[in-house]
């Protein structure tokens, strides 16, 4: 087996500085490539991102409310926008470098180290970045009501703060499975 894994990230090598990484995946050994990995999918991954982009229009419309009314804490919706579009830019980031260095099929899992720790700090960071907007999210529902309108449809800041709180959900699992799939690839 540490033959295989020295194999393993020799290949990686010279895929890096050789041949492309999907020529060099299709010579990997199975056996090396740990389980969690096949969880980390570009696919996987977008599933998250889509989660986050539901999200963006009601923020988008809470800032534009204080941006027009008097909000107390009119910060409030702009920071928990920041929050959540610095979670998304850290999964769509890391997913295009998966499709760059893993292979272009959408299906394609991590196969190396680097591409998994990276994942690890992504989803990790995002959990950061969804806590930031929860936070804010609250705030503006405390100080600027539950509800409001805004271009004739009616958003509640309350659902808002729950739609954040479920979306965390995934990048507990994404983030362990970076984290094993990570290590278990060394001896």
Not at 16 to 34: H, K, L, N, R
Not at 144 to 171: C, E, K, W
């Amino acid at each position: 087996m540490k033959a295989l894994r020295s194999l393993a990230c020799m290949l990686v090598t010279v895929g890096i500085f050789g041949s492309s990484m999907t020529e060099v995946y299709a010579q990997q050994p199975e056996a090396v490539i740990p389980p969690e990995c096949q969880q980390l999918t570009p696919v996987n991954i977008q599933r998250s991102i889509d989660v986050l982009n539901a999200i963006v229009p009601s923020l988008n419309a809470d800032v534009a409310f204080c941006s027009a009314n008097p909000c107390r804490y009119s910060a409030a919706p702009t920071n928990a926008l920041a929050g959540l579009t610095y979670a998304r830019d850290k999964m769509v980031e890391i997913q295009t470098l998966i499709r760059n260095y893993g292979g272009p099929d959408a299906t394609e899992y991590v196969r190396n180290a680097s591409l998994s720790y990276g994942l690890y700090n992504a989803g990790r960071e995002a959990i950061d970045g969804l806590h930031v907007a929860r936070h804010w999210a609250t705030i503006s529902k405390v100080y600027h009501g539950s509800t409001f309108v805004q271009n004739g449809v009616t958003y509640s800041r309350r659902d808002t703060i729950l739609r954040l709180t479920s979306a965390m959900a995934p990048f507990g699992p994404l983030s362990s499975n970076a984290t094993m799939c990570y290590a278990d690839q060394y001896p």
